[in-house]
């Protein structure tokens, strides 16, 4: 039995909407119809978001991140969920959500983190650092599409990247602040991940400690092993070693198996955090 949406609609209604911002066909609905892509990828994503200092203080200095990082990151989930297969209006009743909570965060950090010395300001609503979580998301969604569910051809990732320009236009990032094609987005990660502003700090060592030790949310338990792995094995080299995470090929097999296994549990987690309206994400970050 499909699970019913708050709307009226059901998950299959809303594939074959055409009231969104998106087609039925288009490629941001069938990367994000694979249950694995937000099940696999959430772990990566939030530690290379944190990767940066001044995403990982903003995170630390205004959330509850060791109560609510879960139920943030399903919040997060949703507000992508209803601004891909919800009516406009939904869409962009999300994104201004998400934007009211990014200006309330911003301050000072207190200490030196990474490059950055005591002081320095920082913002949600900052161009550069909204670029770099809208990144995240871009880079750990193809990386496990790629991985576990199949492949896009050169032209499909293409569209998949200008559909999610349009995502983080809604979530309030500049287009001047977007890279304006697929290579120039890849050449931005590469510039990111070597150079000095990206590297892993105490704030995010204790964010990643949630992410990797705490005990996960009832419905997602199942998951965990799956998540631990693919963690691991989607961080690029030097952040994942600046973590203290261990990957070789002795690893690759168990997460291939978990992944298989997590495809049969995926669909019912999925429901639980697909069960939501625009209203409820008053409070997403």
Same mark, same amino acid.
């Given at each position: 039995?499909?699970?019913?949406?708050?709307?009226?609609?059901?998950?299959?209604?809303?594939?074959?909407?055409?009231?969104?911002? =998106?087609?039925?066909?288009?490629?941001?609905?069938?990367?994000?119809?694979?249950?694995?892509?937000?099940?696999?990828?959430?772990?990566?994503?939030?530690?290379?978001?944190?990767?940066?200092?001044?995403?990982?203080?903003?995170?630390?200095?205004?959330?509850?991140?060791? @109560?609510?990082?879960?139920?943030?990151?399903?919040?997060?989930?949703?507000?992508?969920?209803?601004?891909?297969?919800?009516?406009?209006?939904?869409?962009?009743?999300?994104?201004?959500?998400?934007?009211?909570?990014?200006?309330?965060?911003?301050?000072?950090?207190?200490?030196?983190?990474?490059? =950055?010395?005591?002081?320095?300001?920082?913002?949600?609503s900052d161009p550069e650092l909204m670029m770099w979580v809208h990144a995240t998301l871009v880079e750990t969604s193809l990386a496990v599409y790629r991985r576990f569910v199949g492949t896009l051809a050169a032209d499909e990732e293409e569209t998949y990247y200008r559909e999610m320009v349009l995502v983080a236009r809604l979530f309030g990032l500049p287009s001047?602040?977007?890279?304006?094609?697929?290579?120039? =987005?890849?050449?931005?990660?590469?510039?990111?991940?070597?150079?000095?502003?990206?590297?892993?700090?105490?704030?995010?060592?204790?964010?990643?400690?949630?992410?990797?030790?705490?005990?996960?949310?009832?419905?997602?338990?199942?998951?965990?092993?799956? @998540?631990?792995?693919?963690?691991?094995?989607?961080?690029?080299?030097?952040?994942?070693?600046?973590?203290?995470?261990?990957?070789?090929?002795?690893?690759?097999?168990?997460?291939?198996?978990?992944?298989?296994?997590?495809?049969?549990?995926?669909?019912?987690?999925?429901?639980?955090?697909?069960?939501?309206?625009?209203?409820?994400?008053?409070?997403?970050?």
């Amino acid at each position: 039995m499909q699970p019913v949406e708050p709307s009226g609609r059901t998950h299959a209604e809303r594939l074959a909407s055409r009231d969104g911002y =998106f087609a039925p066909d288009s490629v941001i609905r069938r990367v994000g119809n694979s249950p694995l892509v937000p099940l696999l990828g959430g772990g990566p994503a939030v530690l290379l978001q944190v990767a940066h200092p001044l995403v990982a203080t903003g995170v630390v200095s205004h959330s509850n991140y060791k @109560h609510e990082l879960w139920p943030r990151l399903l919040r997060t989930l949703r507000a992508l969920y209803l601004i891909t297969y919800g009516t406009r209006e939904e869409a962009e009743v999300a994104g201004e959500a998400v934007r009211a909570v990014h200006a309330h965060v911003h301050g000072i950090t207190r200490d030196q983190l990474g490059p =950055f010395p005591a002081g320095t300001p920082y913002s949600a609503s900052d161009p550069e650092l909204m670029m770099w979580v809208h990144a995240t998301l871009v880079e750990t969604s193809l990386a496990v599409y790629r991985r576990f569910v199949g492949t896009l051809a050169a032209d499909e990732e293409e569209t998949y990247y200008r559909e999610m320009v349009l995502v983080a236009r809604l979530f309030g990032l500049p287009s001047a602040a977007v890279p304006p094609s697929l290579a120039g =987005f890849r050449a931005y990660m590469d510039r990111q991940v070597r150079g000095p502003e990206i590297c892993v700090t105490g704030p995010a060592r204790e964010v990643a400690n949630v992410i990797l030790d705490a005990p996960l949310p009832a419905p997602l338990r199942a998951l965990a092993p799956a @998540h631990r792995l693919s963690t691991a094995a989607l961080l690029p080299a030097r952040i994942r070693e600046e973590y203290g995470l261990h990957w070789s090929r002795a690893h690759a097999l168990p997460l291939a198996l978990a992944a298989r296994s997590l495809r049969v549990l995926a669909v019912p987690l999925l429901c639980a955090a697909r069960r939501v309206s625009p209203s409820e994400l008053s409070y997403a970050a």
